[in-house]
């Protein structure tokens, strides 16, 4: 494969592209899209409601057209149709906690020497407060409100009548399995103040009669019960091979006999470790805010799971588009009481040849 940037245009090219992010930041910042609305703005007039220079949202507004999130003609300016939804904080379909979190980010990651130099996350001696927890898990509710239907419309659970969502944040996942399995009872595990936000989020669902949650750091406690499908998704990335390698095994404890482990997270599928790129970059983030996470090879990941009693180890498809990462999705079993005896008649078998 041929490297993305090999020349010096393509260098200068990739360190200038924080322009753009840039300019939409500052949209959001001022709250322009909210601003908006679904009305046309001279921009004279708008520049007043917003108490900013003229030239300077002149100039703004100008590039924020031609990314194609305002539509402009002569001075006068409209939201275009992402603007007038997911980011006007008077839509239903806002998408504010998820956009709030991603402009955090962008001074976090001005601090990316910080960890580089130390290995330690940013403010790693800072608690995680009950308020970030809170917020995180509402963001996670706005990043994956559109994709977990069409996610779980991909992953046919067949008979199976439970399903944990572990470490399920907001619950987003969980409901839509729920939607889409009339018969199944789900429990979002994860610890307790995420699980507030998941109790706030459920309460609008008709689902919800159907949802339990289980409080708990998995890290430290055995997850109680025994269910037919453990959805894992977007927690491996956070801990190390060691802490990774536990979790699965306290995983496959709680599955019951051919039960389904179904693991979701940025992996990487060369053999260096390199690709996809979405998947690489992660990593940074995870160097940035945990203490060991990272972005994992499927064939380590396989591996740990092998080590964990896992078998038909594969991935799972998911059509282009809908897909949260790239070849994101595999899936683990636990042996069914069946193959179990197989494999200790065969086992006997061999004895009785051996003797
Ligand atoms: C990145 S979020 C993913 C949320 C959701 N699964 C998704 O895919 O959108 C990771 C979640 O795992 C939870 N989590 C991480 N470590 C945990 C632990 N040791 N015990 C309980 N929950 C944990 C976090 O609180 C957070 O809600």
Not at 76 to 89: E, P
Request: glycine share 6%; proline share 5%.
């Amino acid at each position: 494969m041929r490297p993305r940037i090999a020349t010096f245009r393509e260098f200068r090219d990739a360190i200038s592209a924080y322009r753009l992010p840039r300019v939409l930041l500052a949209a959001l910042e001022l709250d322009l899209f909210t601003v908006i609305g679904d009305r046309s703005w001279m921009l004279t007039t708008l520049a007043k409601k917003l108490k900013v220079s003229e030239r300077g949202l002149n100039i703004l507004c100008r590039n924020l057209a031609s990314a194609g999130v305002l539509h402009k003609q002569g001075s006068v300016y409209r939201n275009s149709q992402l603007g007038a939804t997911a980011l006007n904080a008077n839509h239903p379909a806002y998408r504010g906690d998820y956009l709030n979190l991603i402009r955090s980010h962008w001074t976090d990651w001005i601090r990316l020497m910080e960890p580089i130099r130390s290995g330690l996350p940013l403010d790693h001696d800072v608690p995680d407060s009950l308020d970030f927890r809170r917020r995180f898990t509402r963001a996670m509710h706005h990043r994956t409100l559109e994709m977990a239907p069409a996610i779980t419309a991909q992953l046919p659970l067949g008979h199976a009548q439970t399903l944990l969502d572990l470490g399920g944040g907001p619950g987003t996942y969980a409901l839509a399995f729920l939607a889409q399995n009339p018969r199944l009872r789900a429990a979002v595990c994860d610890r307790e103040a995420a699980l507030e936000v998941a109790k706030e989020i459920a309460s609008t669902h008709k689902a919800s009669r159907r949802l339990s949650y289980v409080p708990l750091d998995f890290t430290k406690d055995p997850i109680p019960g025994t269910y037919d499908v453990i959805w894992y998704s977007n927690v491996l990335h956070m801990y190390s091979p060691k802490e990774n390698q536990a979790i699965f095994r306290r995983a496959r404890a709680a599955l019951r006999p051919g039960g389904r482990f179904i693991i979701q997270d940025a992996f990487l599928c060369d053999r260096e470790g390199l690709y996809p790129t979405e998947a690489s970059l992660f990593a940074i983030s995870m160097l940035l805010f945990t203490e060991r996470g990272n972005t994992y090879t499927v064939s380590e990941t396989a591996k740990w799971l092998k080590q964990a009693g896992f078998v038909s180890i594969k991935p799972v498809p998911i059509r282009k588009g809908t897909e949260d990462w790239e070849e994101g999705i595999w899936e683990a079993s636990v042996p069914s009481l069946r193959s179990g005896m197989i494999a200790s008649q065969k086992g006997s078998s061999k004895n009785r040849t051996a003797r």
